[in-house]
């Protein structure tokens, strides 16, 4: 075992992760609520593709797989996270780049 | 399962997950959630909204800090006096067994701490103030209230919390951002367990396991490496684990699951191993059929299922090989065929957790299950060439009858719920739900047990009559396949007659309640018990007549 930090995941391993965190709030869905996977595919952004419960879902989720995956506890929501209506967990691919951001922030430093 | 079951969620967290996994589960049942922290208020006024559709099943999930507030002590780091949270756990409980009253069954996970803690360390488990001491505390009074009223089941939420990653099963973000205490797959399992439990009250549990012999009770071909070759027991790590299995294999015998082998093998080869293998568990007195040929296995499941005269729908097969569990699950899909592990130090594990033995309760019939099919084997075995009431009158059988009382009234509804062939009206009731309905002075109740040469076959039948206006009603009329065929049917009838007849009625009838699998009821009704058909298709006996019981049986009955 070394203390050096894990590498920075690329792009793909994140899209990887977010569409298992998509597969796995899926399983907690109703058929007809189920949510869809592209870049493009809106997640908690007002059109009722994903509600509050199913956000924290997600949120919780997300931040285990993180924990998994790349090793560092990562933070997703924070207090005024979803004032901002570009916010980050509008979409898959805003999300992905919110991801790699927040596992950048919580790495210790190299 | 006739109606979709309704299901009510209350909970003091965010239990919508558990919902939606129901629902995700079984899409069809009613799942409904009472309004968030509601818990007291939902328990005490049946007149809340989420009472009004009448839910069969509670599931009361609560934290302990918020079901007792002295637990809060607890965690606080104070011992709160212990006759406080007895106090609030009496009262807790007594909510909890008057809903019980309302349902048909009440699940409650057994409290477990809500974050990851340690407690006071070392002292912790033994302390009054220790937290995992006071969890054992509550959960010791739930699993006594458990035991009393037969209808409330405590389920292991430690189980889900360690199989969904122990501390990390534990979700702080979830409860601070919605009041989700656990992370989703903490949910699932916990559906997952609620789901069987309910699928076992509805329909009873599987009561048959098939299994298949080479790689899965011993490793190796018996008939290719010979007795003393296949792996089993000794010191070998596969031949260990094919000996646990059949432990395990032995432990759902002893609670009352048949074993039975369909293999592709040679018959006397594999006795041999069962007689002489030294580190063989089960013996090959321990499976109450077989069918050891090269035929195709679903064909042989089929023929094991007619000899043991059970339905397909409770049977379990097992079998190291993906083709053969293929071609089973294709050509019996009522067969429950699980996958089974190519490695045999999983095996056991996966015998251990299948939940498709789960039993709602234990009766010493089950017990003794395999034991009544050698003696119904004997029995057959013994049937003279001669004619078919000379056998009967061989038997020397004795029907005992009951008023039912409360040490029969776990086997009684056993036999009520799980009982399909040979039953009249095919009602399903919970001990509690039967006790009350056999309780009015207008109604008679009685279970019967059959014993002979053989054999005490046990708790076999059930038969029930109902008196109003001088007019009496066959209610249920239920007997195990063990017994059929051999007069207790009509002794059955003759009590409930006299019964009728000793309240004042003139007559008794009876409706059947034709389902697919009655079948054999109906054929008995029509053609041998002796009442006959009205236009509207009940069956009547006017009481006037004679309707004696067989006289090659003795009918004995218990003083009232």
Known sequence: MTDRPAPAPSPADVLRLVEECVAALNELLPAAERLAFSPTAPLYDGSGAMDSLSLVNFIVIAEGKIKERFGVDAVLYREHTLENPAHPFRNVQAFAEHVRGAVAAAAPPA | ?560
């Not at chain 2, 395999?370 to 059988?397: C, F, I, N, V």
């Not at chain 2, 209610?475 to 396949?481: A, E, G, R, Y």
């Not at chain 2, 009442?531 to 218990?558: C, I, N, Q, W």
């Open chain 2, 1 to 560: 399962m006739d109606r979709p079951p309704r299901l009510l969620v209350v909970s003091d967290f965010t239990a919508d997950n558990l919902a939606a996994a129901l629902r995700g589960r079984s899409p069809a049942w009613t799942v409904t959630t009472a309004p968030f922290g509601q818990t007291h208020q939902t328990l005490l006024d049946f007149s809340a909204p989420v009472w009004a559709g009448a839910p069969e099943y509670l599931v009361l999930w609560t934290r302990p800090e918020a079901a007792f507030p002295s637990f809060r002590g607890v965690t606080g780091g104070r011992t709160p006096p212990r006759p406080a949270l007895e106090a609030e756990v009496d009262e807790f409980l007594a909510a909890v067994a008057r809903a019980a009253e309302r349902v048909r069954a009440v699940f409650v996970p057994l409290w477990v701490s809500t974050g990851a803690t340690r407690g006071w360390g070392p002292i912790d488990a033994f302390h009054d103030h220790g937290v995992s001491a006071t969890l054992d505390f509550l959960n010791d009074a739930l699993r006594r209230l458990a035991r009393r009223t037969k209808n409330i089941f405590p389920l292991d939420a430690e189980r889900w919390l360690r199989a969904a990653g122990g501390d990390r099963a534990y979700s702080p973000r979830g409860w601070y951002l919605g009041k989700i205490p656990f992370v989703p797959d903490v949910f699932k399992r916990a559906a997952d367990d609620v789901a069987e439990a309910v699928r076992t009250l509805e329909v009873g549990p599987r009561k048959w396991l098939i299994v298949d012999l080479d790689d899965t009770l011993w490793g190796g071909a018996l008939g290719e490496v010979g007795r003393d070759k296949i792996l089993l027991g000794g010191h070998d790590p596969a031949g260990e684990a094919f000996a646990d299995v059949q432990r395990e294999l032995a432990a759902l015998k002893a609670r009352g699951v048949l074993l039975a082998i369909a293999s592709k093998n040679d018959e006397a080869v594999v006795r041999d191993a069962f007689d002489r293998h030294p580190d063989m568990v089960l013996r090959w007195t321990d499976f109450a059929a077989a069918r050891i040929n090269w035929d195709d296995k679903a064909k042989n499941i089929a023929d094991l299922a007619a000899e043991l005269r059970l339905g397909l729908n409770a049977a379990v097969f097992i079998d190291d090989h993906p083709a053969e569990r293929d071609r089973v699950r294709n050509a019996l899909p009522e067969v429950l065929v699980p996958d089974w592990p190519a490695d045999p130090a999983l095996a056991p594990q996966a015998l251990r957790t299948l939940a498709a033995f789960d039993a709602v309760a234990v009766s010493e019939e089950d017990r003794r299950r395999t034991a009544l099919y050698a003696e119904e084997k004997a029995r057959a075995a013994a049937a003279p060439g001669g004619s078919r009431d000379a056998w009967l009158k061989s038997l020397g059988a004795t029907v005992w009858v009951n008023r039912l009382n409360d040490a029969d009234l776990t086997r009684a509804a056993q036999l009520l719920n799980k009982t399909n062939q040979m039953n009249l009206a095919t009602r399903r009731l919970t001990e509690g739900e039967l006790r009350a309905w056999a309780a009015p002075a207008h109604r008679r109740f009685f279970t019967f047990r059959v014993a002979d040469k053989f054999g005490d076959a046990g708790l076999v039948g059930l038969g029930s009559v109902e008196v109003e206006h001088g007019k009496a009603r066959v209610t249920d009329f239920v007997l195990s396949c063990r017994v059929l065929g051999r007069g207790v049917e009509r002794t059955v009838l003759s009590v409930l007659a006299a019964e009728a007849k000793a309240l004042g009625a003139a007559t008794v009838t009876a409706t059947l309640v034709p389902t697919e699998r009655n079948r054999p009821c109906a054929e008995f009704w029509e053609r041998e018990s002796g009442f006959e058909k009205s236009p509207d298709g009940a069956y009547v006996l006017d009481l006037a007549r004679a309707y004696p019981a067989p006289d090659h049986l003795t009918v004995a009955r218990a003083s009232a």
